[in-house]
């Protein structure tokens, strides 16, 4: 807490907010202070009243107050009680009428209510505060309004709402209504000013006004022709150009509306015609020109656009989006009207987000639009003026912009910092002033080739924000006088309306930003003066006498930077931030404070050189102006009448006249004027926090007078010249428009801060508020961005050119730089005034500094608030140490290149660059140097220069060398070791040793280039560069990210490098280009891909890239990866040291073109296709799987051609060479000699279907005709069935030997060279890294992971801990773990099986889908289980060998567990698990594998299918008893009654598929169920419901023997309809343990493959 306020609050209480009366300016005059218990935070001043708000929220009142209708009148100051616990934050006072504002927004009202100022209907008095409501009736529902502020006047008030729209209410043409019927009653919106951004308001007797916050630069808008209602001219001039239309509004309407009588019987409110002067008959006042394909103008781009308007259509939507009106012809909505109705929807959905967000209020057509202050333009926009007043023309078009002279770029004050401000701050005839609503936007502008263009960076939370997409068709330009603009945030579209159609704009809201704490900042500086009202004294300040009804911009204030506005009873007063005054109106009794000017339109008020006004009242007659002066002690001026005692005209001042008492009542810091009084809000200085906070503010505000001095007298004019451009040069001249355009930005953030800490000083002075130390960083980056162009400027001479143009601007002693510099210096140098006459603005950082410390001496140093200050006051302290030092650094760097005259350095020359030291001194020299060779070595901020050459002395250097320092390695050379005071240079592509000549100078030359490459480094000069890693020993990290060209000969000759690095080799993540397009994006180690990359080259013989994406070692391909070839192919699969290598498949061709592609899988060695693989070449319908050398087809091999064929035999430089078997599609088989290419050549034998056989010498080609010579024999009948035919396979690849190259990758993955020859620990470390890898490579690559995939993962890096043998609860542990990294093929293991479903499928799918390949499919299957099991016991050692027995403990199987593996189905008496590889493995494996391996069985299956299927179609044609009957079921089993949807129904002769349908029902299942396993539960369970129904009829102890069972089973098998029983059966026996067939599960197989074999012999009569 502050130190003075460690007495009483009483004491503390009368040192602040006191408040002190008088009247009139004579010099006896004694100031009378009003006591009261509370400090006064406000006041406001009637003609003969006053009101006072106190902390507290309490309001007292005083004066001649008749409305009381208290007799006798009181004396003194009245409390309002009625306003007690209201917490009230303002209140406003008219003539004779008050208002109070809560913090709700509620406002309250009472006084005269003659003319309805009071807003209080059938009462010409209120004796008392009495609420009035605010409503905007055009929503729906309707809503309450909460009101800001209120300002009154004599007879009517206007309010101030939070979403910043006026409303007013009372009598007279200065309500701004549409209406001629008075009194209005009901507070109503000023249609006029709807869409534009008001922060204040203010009441003269019979005027408005209203300060207006704009949009410095919006983009232009489309035009929509406009007439006046009044003088019926066109409001805006279009003028077409080549190739852009300009679009003027300089219209103003001399008129206004002009005033009608009241009207008996009108309603208030209700519009009517208007007259005109020049004619009697009424016309509307607004014309409605709806948005048509008519009277839009077309854009044919962004650029050619220039400042036209646009009227949308009355129809807009509640969201703000602006849609085409339908043409009335017809009551449907056409279809550009439904897609705004669902944009409408889906965008509202979003706004009501954004609100719910913020806390904002509901969304509706106010609040669902966003603020029209934010702006997202692109640095190609033009820097278009936002109201006429505010350029020399109309619009700035896209052409135009180029050409921008350099003065506008500097004189605009669009080029500097834009804070969008939301200062609601009222005034009215008491001169009022709110508090700060807050809001920022910031706005750079950056120059670029001479022209200044806007960039602008969102500041802030976007939360709370209402957003309303618009058309983007309407990206427009806000006219200030004219239209309201409203700003799509995400688009950068507006909208503009027409203030000519209240209907149009009623179905339109503003757009307002919600209050959030990170924009409350500072206020804005781009504001409008609105007035309207009467005229009669010139008091709207337009340069007539004539009324407004309507709102009417004061172009000429436009900018002015206004930051608030006041009035007297007929008199204005708009105060700017440089601290002028500007009066217009009523001067009888000169209120307006000058002389000889006209009095309708504003004016300077004379004040004496060096006063700045910083806040104003207005009187009836008078004027009052707070100011600085020479002290920092606020001082008081008066202009006005003279108020004398018992006479009843006094006289009055001309100018302004300095109050002597001011000095004598404290720190003032408001003040407020009313009828003839005058009040002064003053605070005593208490252990100088008052004083310190007041010479805070006083020095910024003289601060921002000198800037906006030096930017107006010294930067404009010098912009201006013509020959400035040839004095500087193209570069310089850069430069210098760069720095104008940063001097620009501070010199804008200066102005809004002095008016932020003005407001400070009015709004509780809490330090926790203060934006200088709040928000340090927009002070420092805003410092830090005007350093950088200055010293640049100076580093390039720029300051020495320009001493001729400013000698010829402001004379050869440059006398007016001398005056703004206040230099007392006699003599002083030209270049040294020019020089710190820009350098000045810097040294206001000591300023800060300064007082920031004198104002943390006023709080204890155990405070909070001393801690803020102190944080603050140190960073600008290292901030004015740095900003000292880059000048330094310039001036050096400047003398550097002034005494350096050779020119094959000056190269070199930049404007960045700064000197750090050199080595003309000979302190360093390169070691190992030819004896008549010299080298200089030159250390800059970036780079170090190696200059070599003869003659040093001279400075003529034959080459130099530039090495980044980014890229630069130093390291000290032990003394001990070599005996040198050597550095050693490490460079990307050189090394090299420098020898120091003293220990004192490699130390100062190795704190040199450290402390320079760590600030490049830090800073990141190029951009990109930047540190991951400190060095805790003061050095630059050997390890940091930036970009390098390679220029020496070599594999990276003119490769761009663009990553990690590491002691002068790329090292972890980079990318590298080379100019012919070749690029590698991944990991490098040591200088050579390692890792995961991305790979890209051209091939100039199919001129196309060649991409490979995959694993690096040392540079080369090695691992796994995809590699896209310009000839189309793609291979897929791992390599080693460039060569395909290990398991891969190649893609050939095009699927779309059959005659030129093939996909191989297989094994590769070196390049070739060597071991097992599988060719598909869809061209020759062949499909190869065996064993290939080199390439080529070569051993046991096995060809299924696409009509049937199947070959088998060994294979001999791609040809089928000896002995092999050719089996057909009808099953002729032949077994004999082959040659060149399924050529029969030799002995053999072809065996017939029916068994007949030809045994003999064949010769030719399969299905073209034979020759040949043998022996044909038939046998006879009995001899058939011993004839023994050749069978698939005998030539086939052992299922084992097949993808070994697959599984042999997986052992590698786990760190195992050969199978099982490894750690266990390390197996697990590889699988923990590799799941890790795999989740960095996919969140680099952009690829997304679900939530579960997540999750998953992380359970899978989790090593399990299984200790001594596997137990059946750890059984089940690792039967989970299986599942889940089977799912998952990041895990080897989920690799490996994703691998193993790829092959399997490209080997027995499609033209592989041959019924001869059944048996060694089933083989593969088998050989998968048996090395993944050993994969699987290699990582869980604790498992049992195949075929194992687990006991179970617990005696009761986990509910995870399969119950059909367990050993209580054998005959074994103890309970546990058998673990096989089949039942820990299948359930995974087989699902997927299951389509291709069951098409198989259907088509080994078919004829015997075909059979069954006929004979179940038929029988299944029978009722249930007849089928019952027919199979031989005793008729004791049959049911006689079933229930049917609980209930009971009787079977009749009639009924079908009706008994035993549960059992039917479940056994159909085994069709869904993919494990044997699954199948044989599905039997089981459907035996377990055919019992169930049976006992049900015969009791529980009945007991089934087999001549019962099976005639009920084979009626069950048939109701069930299975297609594929046959192959269903067939698969259970071949993949089931031999464990689960025996017993009881083996019965029920046999009893359902009899019922199969049974069905296809039973013959139906």
């Given at each position: 807490m502050l130190m003075e306020e460690q007495g009483s609050s009483e004491d503390g209480s009368r040192e602040k907010g006191v408040l002190y009366r008088w009247q009139g300016y004579f010099c006896s005059v004694s100031p009378e202070k009003l006591l009261l218990s509370r400090p006064v935070l406000h006041a406001a001043l009637g003609s003969l009243h006053g009101l006072l708000l106190t902390e507290g929220g309490q309001v007292y009142s005083f004066g001649e107050q008749p409305w009381k209708q208290v007799e006798p009148p009181p004396a003194g100051l009245v409390l309002e009680s009625t306003l007690s616990g209201q917490h009230v934050i303002s209140v406003s006072a008219g003539s004779y009428h008050c208002s109070a504002v809560t913090e709700d927004g509620l406002v309250l009202m009472w006084g005269e209510n003659s003319y309805g100022q009071c807003g209080v209907s059938g009462t010409e008095r209120v004796p008392s505060p009495t609420p009035v409501t605010v409503v905007d009736d055009e929503t729906r529902p309707p809503q309450l309004v909460r009101v800001l502020n209120v300002a009154c006047g004599a007879q009517h008030t206007l309010a101030l709402s939070n979403k910043h729209e006026v409303w007013a209410w009372g009598s007279g043409c200065q309500l701004g209504l549409v209406t001629n019927v008075f009194p209005v009653w009901k507070p109503q919106k000023v249609e006029h000013l709807l869409g534009r951004y008001v922060v204040q308001i203010a009441c003269g007797a019979f005027h408005s006004l209203a300060l207006v916050q704009f949009l410095p630069s919006p983009d232009a808008s489309q035009q929509a022709h406009d007439k006046c209602g009044q003088c019926n001219q066109i409001r805006y001039t279009m003028t077409d150009k080549e190739d852009h239309v300009v679009i003027s509004d300089e219209h103003y309407c001399p008129l206004g509306v002009e005033l009608a009588e009241s009207k008996e019987g009108r309603k208030s409110g209700q519009s009517s015609p208007a007259q005109t002067p020049q004619s009697k008959n009424p016309s509307p006042i607004y014309q409605v020109s709806p948005l048509t394909s008519k009277n839009i103008f077309p854009l044919s781009s962004q650029k050619n656009t220039t400042n036209q308007e646009t009227q949308p259509d009355p129809a807009l939507s509640e969201t703000g989006s602006a849609c085409l009106q339908r043409s009335k012809s017809t009551p449907y909505p056409d279809e550009q009207a439904l897609k705004d109705y669902l944009k409408k929807i889906s965008d509202?959905?979003?706004?009501?987000?954004?609100?719910?967000?913020?806390?904002?209020?509901?969304?509706?057509?106010?609040?669902?639009?966003?603020?029209?202050?934010?702006?997202?333009?692109?640095?190609?926009?033009?820097?278009?003026?936002?109201?006429?007043?505010?350029?020399?023309?109309?619009?700035?078009?896209?052409?135009?912009?180029?050409?921008?002279?350099?003065?506008?770029?500097?004189?605009e004050q669009k080029n500097s910092v834009h804070l969008i401000p939301t200062l609601d701050s009222t005034s009215d005839d008491s001169s009022q002033h709110s508090s700060v609503d807050g809001g920022i936007y910031l706005s750079d502008l950056v120059i670029s080739n001479g022209c200044l263009f806007e960039s602008c960076e969102e500041g802030g939370d976007t939360a709370g924000i209402d957003f309303c997409p618009a058309d983007p068709l309407q990206s427009k330009k806000s006219i200030s006088l004219t239209d309201v603009t409203l700003e799509d945030t995400d688009r950068n579209s507006f909208s503009p309306v027409s203030p000519s159609d209240p209907h149009r704009t009623s179905n339109l809201r503003a757009v307002r930003a919600s209050t959030s704490e990170s924009r409350n900042l500072l206020p804005s500086l781009f504001t409008e003066v609105w007035s309207w009202g009467k005229g009669h004294e010139g008091?709207?300040?337009?340069?007539?006498?004539?009324?407004?009804?309507?709102?009417?911009?004061?172009?000429?204030?436009?900018?002015?930077?206004?930051?608030?506005?006041?009035?007297?009873?007929?008199?204005?007063?708009?105060?700017?931030?440089?601290?002028?005054?500007?009066?217009?109106?009523?001067?009888?009794?000169?209120?307006?404070?000058?002389?000889?000017?006209?009095?309708?339109?504003?004016?300077?008020?004379?004040?004496?050189?060096?006063?700045?006004?910083?806040?104003?009242?207005?009187?009836?007659?008078?004027?009052?102006?707070?100011?600085?002066?020479?002290?920092?002690?606020?001082?008081?001026?008066?202009?006005?009448?003279?108020?004398?005692?018992?006479?009843?005209?006094?006289?009055?001042?001309?100018?302004?006249?300095?109050?002597?008492?001011?000095?004598?009542?404290?720190?003032?810091?408001?003040?407020?004027?009313?009828?003839?009084?005058?009040?002064?809000?003053?605070?005593?200085?208490?252990?100088?926090?008052?004083?310190?906070?007041?010479?805070?503010?006083?020095?910024?505000?003289?601060?921002?007078?000198?800037?906006?001095k030096l930017k107006s007298q010294i930067l404009s004019p010098l912009l201006a010249r013509a020959s400035l451009a040839l004095s500087l040069g193209e570069s310089s001249m850069l430069l210098f428009q760069e720095m104008a355009g940063s001097f620009s930005k501070l010199c804008h953030l200066t102005g809004q801060h002095s008016v932020s800490l003005t407001n400070f000083l009015q709004q509780g002075k809490v330090i926790e508020t203060l934006v200088l130390i709040k928000h340090t960083a927009i002070f420092m980056d805003t410092y830090k961005e005007y350093s950088g162009p200055?010293?640049?400027?100076?580093?390039?001479?720029?300051?020495?050119?320009?001493?001729?143009?400013?000698?010829?601007?402001?004379?050869?002693?440059?006398?007016?730089?001398?005056?703004?510099?206040?230099?007392?210096?006699?003599?002083?140098?030209?270049?040294?005034?020019?020089?710190?006459?820009?350098?000045?603005?810097?040294?206001?950082?000591?300023?800060?500094?300064?007082?920031?410390?004198?104002?943390?001496?006023?709080?204890?140093?155990?405070?909070?608030?001393?801690?803020?200050?102190?944080?603050?006051?140190?960073?600008?302290?290292?901030?004015?140490?740095?900003?000292?030092?880059?000048?330094?650094?310039?001036?050096?760097?400047?003398?550097?290149?002034?005494?350096?005259?050779?020119?094959?350095?000056?190269?070199?020359?930049?404007?960045s660059r700064r000197l750090v030291c050199e080595?003309?001194?000979?302190?360093?020299?390169?070691?190992?140097?030819?004896?008549?060779?010299?080298?200089?070595?030159?250390?800059?901020?970036?780079?170090?220069?190696?200059?070599?050459?003869?003659?040093?002395?001279?400075?003529?250097?034959?080459?130099?060398?530039?090495?980044?320092?980014?890229?630069?390695?130093?390291?000290?050379?032990?003394?001990?070791?070599?005996?040198?005071?050597?550095?050693?240079?490490?460079?990307?592509?050189?090394?090299?040793?420098?020898?120091?000549?003293?220990?004192?100078?490699?130390?100062?030359?190795?704190?040199?280039?450290?402390?320079?490459?760590?600030?490049?480094?830090?800073?990141?000069?190029?951009?990109?560069?930047?540190?991951?890693?400190?060095?805790?020993?003061?050095?630059?990290?050997?390890?940091?990210?930036?970009?390098?060209?390679?220029?020496?000969?070599?594999?990276?000759?003119?490769?761009?490098?663009?990553?990690?690095?590491?002691?002068?080799?790329?090292?972890?993540?980079?990318?590298?280009?080379?100019?012919?397009?070749?690029?590698?994006?991944?990991?490098?180690?040591?200088?050579?891909?390692?890792?995961?990359?991305?790979?890209?080259?051209?091939?100039?013989?199919?001129?196309?890239?060649?991409?490979?994406?995959?694993?690096?070692?040392?540079?080369?391909?090695?691992?796994?990866?995809?590699?896209?070839?310009?000839?189309?192919?793609?291979?897929?699969?791992?390599?080693?040291?460039?060569?395909?290598?290990?398991?891969?498949?190649?893609?050939?061709?095009?699927?779309?073109?059959?005659?030129?592609?093939?996909?191989?899988?297989?094994?590769?060695?070196?390049?070739?296709?060597?071991?097992?693989?599988?060719?598909?070449?869809?061209?020759?319908?062949?499909?190869?799987?065996?064993?290939?050398?080199?390439?080529?087809?070569?051993?046991?091999?096995?060809?299924?051609?696409?009509?049937?064929?199947?070959?088998?035999?060994?294979?001999?430089?791609?040809?089928?060479?000896?002995?092999g078997t050719l089996l057909c599609d009808d099953d002729t088989v032949f077994e004999g000699d082959f040659q060149d290419d399924w050529t029969l050549c030799g002995k053999g034998i072809l065996f017939m279907p029916n068994?007949?056989?030809f045994d003999g010498v064949f010769d030719g080609?399969?299905?073209?005709?034979?020759?040949?010579?043998?022996?044909?024999?038939?046998?006879?009948?009995?001899?058939?069935?011993?004839?023994?035919?050749?069978?698939?396979?005998?030539?086939?690849?052992?299922?084992?030997?097949?993808?070994?190259?697959?599984?042999?990758?997986?052992?590698?993955?786990?760190?195992?060279?050969?199978?099982?020859?490894?750690?266990?620990?390390?197996?697990?470390?590889?699988?923990a890294i590799s799941l890790t890898a795999k989740r960095r490579q996919q969140r680099d690559r952009s690829e997304e992971l679900s939530r579960s995939q997540t999750k998953?993962?992380?359970?899978?890096?989790?090593?399990?801990?299984?200790?001594?043998?596997?137990?059946?609860?750890?059984?089940?542990?690792?039967?989970?773990?299986?599942?889940?990294?089977?799912?998952?093929?990041?895990?080897?293991?989920?690799?490996?099986?994703?691998?193993?479903?790829?092959?399997?499928?490209?080997?027995?799918?499609?033209?592989?889908?041959?019924?001869?390949?059944?048996?060694?499919?089933?083989?593969?299957?088998?050989?998968?289980?048996?090395?993944?099991?050993?994969?699987?016991?290699?990582?869980?050692?604790?498992?049992?060998?195949?075929?194992?027995?687990?006991?179970?403990?617990?005696?009761?199987?986990?509910?995870?567990?399969?119950?059909?593996?367990?050993?209580?189905?054998?005959?074994?008496?103890?309970?546990?698990?058998?673990?096989?590889?089949?039942?820990?493995?299948?359930?995974?494996?087989?699902?997927?594998?299951?389509?291709?391996?069951?098409?198989?069985?259907?088509?080994?299956?078919?004829?015997e299918e075909d059979l069954y299927w006929n004979c179940v179609l038929r029988l299944n044609k029978q009722p249930d008893l007849a089928l019952l009957a027919f199979l031989g079921v005793q008729q004791k089993f049959w049911p006689g009654s079933i229930s049917v949807l609980g209930e009971i129904k009787k079977v009749l002769p009639s009924t079908k598929d009706a008994c035993f349908s549960t059992a039917v029902e479940t056994l159909q299942q085994i069709s869904t169920a993919f494990t044997p396993s699954d199948k044989l539960q599905v039997i089981q369970l459907t035996f377990e419901e055919v019992t169930l129904d049976v006992q049900a009829i015969l009791g529980r102890d009945f007991l089934w023997s087999m001549d019962d069972l099976f005639p009920i089973f084979l009626y069950?098998?048939?109701?069930?309809?299975?297609?594929?029983?046959?192959?269903?059966?067939?698969?259970?026996?071949?993949?089931?343990?031999?464990?689960?067939?025996?017993?009881?599960?083996?019965?029920?197989?046999?009893?359902?493959?009899?019922?199969?074999?049974?069905?296809?012999?039973?013959?139906?009569?």
């Open positions: 509202q959905t979003l706004a009501e987000q954004a609100t719910s967000a913020g806390g904002s209020h509901p969304p509706s057509r106010q609040s669902s639009l966003t603020c029209p202050f934010r702006s997202e333009q692109s640095d190609e926009l033009a820097l278009c003026p936002s109201s006429p007043a505010l350029s020399r023309t109309d619009s700035i078009t896209s052409s135009a912009r180029k050409h921008m002279s350099a003065s506008d770029s500097v004189t008091q709207l300040g337009h340069g007539d006498y004539l009324p407004r009804l309507q709102p009417l911009c004061i172009k000429s204030l436009s900018k002015k930077e206004v930051v608030k506005i006041t009035a007297g009873a007929n008199h204005s007063l708009a105060l700017t931030a440089q601290c002028q005054v500007y009066s217009w109106g009523s001067d009888k009794f000169g209120q307006l404070g000058r002389m000889n000017s006209p009095s309708t339109v504003p004016n300077l008020t004379t004040v004496s050189d060096g006063i700045r006004v910083w806040d104003v009242a207005a009187g009836q007659t008078h004027t009052l102006l707070l100011a600085d002066g020479d002290c920092y002690q606020p001082i008081l001026y008066y202009s006005g009448e003279q108020v004398l005692e018992d006479v009843d005209s006094g006289t009055c001042t001309q100018t302004p006249t300095l109050l002597p008492f001011c000095m004598n009542i404290g720190y003032v810091s408001q003040v407020f004027g009313g009828g003839l009084n005058c009040l002064a809000l003053a605070d005593q200085n208490a252990m100088g926090f008052i004083s310190t906070i007041h010479e805070l503010a006083s020095a910024e505000r003289k601060f921002y007078c000198s800037l906006s200055v010293g640049n400027f100076l580093v390039m001479g720029g300051f020495q050119s320009l001493l001729k143009p400013s000698q010829e601007c402001f004379g050869k002693k440059l006398e007016l730089i001398q005056t703004l510099l206040e230099s007392k210096e006699k003599n002083p140098s030209l270049y040294d005034l020019v020089v710190n006459l820009f350098y000045m603005p810097l040294q206001h950082l000591n300023g800060y500094n300064r007082l920031l410390l004198k104002l943390a001496n006023c709080f204890e140093v155990n405070t909070e608030e001393y801690q803020r200050i102190q944080n603050g006051c140190s960073k600008y302290e290292v901030l004015s140490r740095l900003v000292s030092k880059q000048r330094k650094d310039a001036e050096a760097t400047f003398n550097f290149w002034k005494n350096f005259k050779g020119k094959n350095l000056e190269a070199l020359r930049k404007p080595s003309s001194n000979k302190g360093l020299t390169l070691q190992n140097a030819g004896r008549f060779s010299a080298s200089w070595f030159i250390l800059f901020n970036d780079v170090l220069v190696h200059a070599q050459g003869s003659i040093p002395s001279k400075k003529l250097f034959s080459s130099h060398y530039v090495y980044p320092l980014a890229t630069l390695w130093v390291e000290p050379i032990s003394d001990e070791s070599t005996g040198l005071l050597g550095l050693k240079l490490t460079t990307p592509e050189d090394s090299f040793v420098v020898l120091a000549t003293s220990p004192l100078e490699k130390g100062k030359w190795l704190r040199a280039i450290n402390q320079a490459i760590d600030e490049v480094l830090v800073s990141g000069m190029n951009g990109r560069t930047r540190v991951s890693r400190t060095s805790q020993k003061g050095e630059p990290p050997v390890s940091r990210t930036s970009n390098y060209n390679f220029i020496k000969e070599g594999r990276l000759k003119d490769a761009k490098y663009e990553g990690r690095w590491l002691s002068g080799k790329p090292h972890g993540k980079g990318n590298l280009k080379w100019p012919d397009g070749t690029m590698y994006c991944g990991t490098f180690k040591g200088g050579l891909e390692d890792g995961f990359g991305d790979f890209m080259t051209p091939s100039t013989t199919f001129n196309k890239f060649e991409r490979y994406q995959g694993h690096w070692k040392e540079g080369k391909m090695h691992g796994f990866g995809t590699f896209w070839y310009a000839s189309g192919e793609v291979y897929e699969g791992s390599f080693r040291e460039n060569m395909r290598h290990g398991h891969g498949m190649l893609r050939s061709g095009k699927v779309a073109s059959p005659s030129s592609s093939s996909v191989f899988v297989g094994q590769w060695v070196q390049g070739k296709r060597t071991g097992y693989g599988v060719c598909d070449d869809f061209s020759r319908g062949e499909k190869y799987m065996g064993i290939w050398h080199d390439d080529q087809r070569h051993g046991d091999g096995v060809v299924i051609t696409q009509f049937g064929l199947y070959y088998e035999g060994i294979f001999c430089n791609n040809r089928m060479m000896g002995n068994g007949d056989s080609h399969w299905g073209s005709g034979l020759r040949v010579a043998g022996t044909f024999t038939k046998p006879f009948e009995m001899a058939r069935r011993d004839i023994k035919m050749p069978v698939a396979g005998q030539h086939a690849v052992p299922a084992e030997e097949k993808w070994k190259a697959v599984f042999e990758e997986c052992w590698a993955r786990l760190g195992c060279e050969t199978p099982a020859q490894g750690a266990l620990e390390k197996a697990w470390e590889n699988i998953m993962l992380e359970c899978l890096e989790v090593i399990p801990q299984h200790e001594g043998p596997v137990t059946a609860n750890s059984y089940n542990n690792i039967r989970r773990y299986l599942v889940k990294a089977c799912d998952t093929p990041l895990h080897p293991l989920g690799w490996l099986l994703e691998t193993l479903v790829t092959v399997y499928r490209m080997t027995y799918v499609g033209v592989g889908s041959s019924r001869r390949l059944l048996q060694q499919a089933v083989e593969e299957i088998q050989s998968y289980l048996t090395r993944i099991f050993h994969i699987v016991r290699f990582l869980f050692p604790g498992l049992p060998e195949d075929g194992g027995f687990i006991v179970d403990s617990s005696c009761s199987s986990d509910e995870g567990t399969d119950s059909l593996n367990s050993s209580t189905h054998s005959e074994a008496p103890q309970q546990g698990w058998t673990v096989s590889s089949s039942s820990l493995l299948l359930p995974v494996l087989l699902p997927r594998l299951y389509p291709p391996l069951f098409t198989l069985y259907t088509l080994e299956k078919e004829r069950v098998v048939l109701r069930a309809r299975i297609r594929n029983l046959g192959s269903e059966v067939s698969l259970i026996e071949d993949l089931t343990d031999s464990n689960l067939q025996l017993g009881q599960l083996g019965f029920m197989l046999t009893t359902l493959k009899a019922c199969y074999n049974q069905i296809q012999l039973e013959k139906t009569t």
